[in-house]
Each structure stands twice: as structure tokens, then as C-alpha cells.
């Protein structure tokens, strides 16, 4: 079936425009993430969906980034105000389950450059 | 704080020729490690979890192992396609049981 889908793939901003990243998980799965990587490092955890609940965002780097999942299926994370080192790949993954270290598939990706 | 280390960070290989990637991590407990694979321009692909020491899972030329203290990736008779960044990540059981907590990655270089 179809994996986790990632909207635009490439995006680039000018500092202090807003940008709007799109996840689509993998229909079903209750669990969702997001995660920042940065050029040469591994992802790091920005927030955590179950359903349209948002039960972590103990990652997001300032109050700049906002992310919602409305109606529990796709999600998006908004930055507003980018600065350049919000530039990274953000990457959204999905699970089936509530937790319990069910596996976490990934999307592509969307990478952002600020100028 | 969680802390996983992968190493080496790079390493290039002969087709054919069998090597190990190292990832120690530090946690109050473990629920789960993972490897990931990742190709440029693409997000991380599942390959395995291990949950407790001893553990070991299989998946073509790729065996994954686990200690308390580390898990190891042995890669059997590398092909040239087998070249891609090998992610580790833990969960850890003293915090969330979601979190994924990765280390920087090996980046594996197979020539033909």
C-alpha cells in the first residue's frame, strides 16, 4: 500500500516568510511524528500526534513552530517567521499503534532552505 | 540523557568484503533499538528492532545484534546497492515509549 507522503519536497523561504509543511501517514495508523534533520545528523523528535491529539511537542525549538493534525489523519507543521537555521529535512513518520515502540515508517522528507 | 553513538562514521568497503557498524547507547532502560536505512534525498527505511540482549534478526546480507550496551550491524558480502547511511535509534523505557532517539549514522560506501 501507499507509504507516508511528504508536501512540497523542496521548499525554500525567504527569512521571516511562513511555510506550511503537509503529512500524509499511512491511512490508519493513529500515531504520528515529525522530526527535524539536519545536514549530516541523525533526525531529532519535534512532536508526537496520537490521533488528533497532540500528546508531545517537547521538541519544537521555539514557539515559532506549530503543528496540528485536526482530524487525526494528515498533519501540518507550520514555522513561521524562518530563520536560517530552521533549514533541515523534516521528516514525518506514522505507526500503527498508540506507542509501545511500534515501528515508525517515514516519509521522504521535505527540505527547507532559508535564505 | 538518552545518548546514542554510531561508528564508524563513514566507512568504505570492497564488494565482498564483511564488516561490522558499531551503536553504543546510554539509557535508564531500553524498550526497543532500531536500524534504519537511509539513501539520499529519502527518509529513513525500517530494517530491524531488537528489544532485549541476545537478541538477533536477519534480513538478507544484513544481521543485526544486541548487548546491553551496544548493538552491532554486520553486513555479509556487501553489494554496491547496500551503500546508504545505517541509522540507529533507541527507545527509552524511563521516558516516552515513542520517542526515537537516533545517533548521527554510518555512512557505507560498497565498491564494485
Known amino acids: 500500500g501507499a507509504g507516508v507522503s511528504q508536501s512540497p519536497r523542496y521548499k525554500v523561504a525567504k527569512r521571516g516568510q511562513d511555510v506550511a509543511l503537509r503529512c500524509d501517514p499511512i491511512?490508519?495508523?493513529?500515531?504520528l511524528f515529525w522530526y527535524q534533520q539536519a545536514l549530516g545528523q541523525g533526525p531529532e523528535f519535534l512532536t508526537y500526534f496520537q490521533n488528533e491529539a497532540q500528546l508531545d511537542k517537547s521538541g519544537l525549538p521555539s514557539d515559532r513552530f506549530f503543528a496540528e493534525r485536526p482530524e487525526g489523519s494528515v498533519s501540518t507543521l507550520k514555522i513561521q517567521r524562518t530563520q536560517q537555521e530552521d533549514s533541515a529535512v523534516y521528516l514525518c513518520a506514522s505507526s500503527l499503534g498508540g506507542g509501545n515502540t511500534d515501528t515508525q515508517y517515514f516519509g521522504p522528507g521535505t527540505r527547507l532552505t532559508v535564505l | 540523557e538518552d545518548q546514542v553513538t554510531q561508528s564508524p562514521e563513514a566507512l568504505r568497503l570492497q564488494e565482498g568484503e564483511s564488516s561490522s557498524l558499531n551503536c553504543s547507547y546510554t539509557v535508564s532502560g531500553l524498550r526497543g533499538l532500531f536500524w534504519y536505512r537511509q539513501d539520499p534525498g529519502k527518509g529513513p527505511e525500517f530494517l530491524f528492532t531488537l528489544y532485549s540482549a541476545g537478541e538477533e534478526k536477519e534480513k538478507e546480507r544484513l544481521k543485526a545484534t544486541l548487548t546491553k550496551k551496544e548493538s552491532f550491524l554486520h553486513i555479509t558480502a556487501p553489494k554496491p546497492e547496500d551503500s546508504a547511511t545505517y541509522l540507529c535509534?533507541?527507545?527509552?523505557?524511563?521516558?516516552?515509549?515513542?520517542?526515537?532517539?537516533f545517533g548521527k549514522g554510518t555512512l557505507l560506501t560498497v565498491n564494485p
Open positions: 491511512s490508519g495508523h493513529v500515531s
Open positions: 535509534a533507541v527507545v527509552d523505557s524511563g521516558g516516552s515509549n515513542y520517542k526515537l532517539t
